[in-house]
């Protein structure tokens, strides 16, 4: 890999991670929960409504709001972060071809 791949690999590593947690903040998974009329409530609302009335545990839409108010765990900027790395290396690739 050259390195102006690997800079662009680096750079959404460190993007990915560091905006994720404002990401979850506008999508309306907040501190203090989740807020009304936002994108989480809506998902968590179409949810509820397509497993009966709960939240299947384990669930994407059951760990957001726990990330929003305690932070995303160290396994999960992980993943963030190699998504991130995998989209700066692609745009970072895409950017440096020639013809």
């Known amino acids: 890999m050259d390195p102006v791949?690997?800079?662009?690999a680096g750079v959404g590593t460190v993007g990915a991670v560091v905006a994720a947690p404002a990401v979850l903040?506008?999508?309306?998974?907040t501190a203090g929960g989740i807020a009304a009329g936002s994108i989480a409530s809506y998902l968590m609302s179409t949810a509820a409504v397509a497993n009966g009335g709960g939240i299947a545990?384990?669930?994407v839409v059951a760990t957001l709001p726990a990330?929003?108010?305690?932070?995303?765990?160290?396994?999960?900027?992980?993943v963030v972060g190699a998504l991130g790395a995998a989209v700066g290396a692609i745009a970072s690739m895409a950017s440096n071809c020639t013809s």
Do not use: M
Not at 5 to 8: A, D, F, S, V, W
């Open 5 to 8: 791949t690997l800079i662009g």
């Open 67 to 78: 990330a929003g108010a305690a932070g995303i765990p160290l396994a999960g900027q992980a």
């Open 57 to 59: 545990a384990g669930s």
């Open 25 to 29: 903040a506008a999508a309306g998974f």
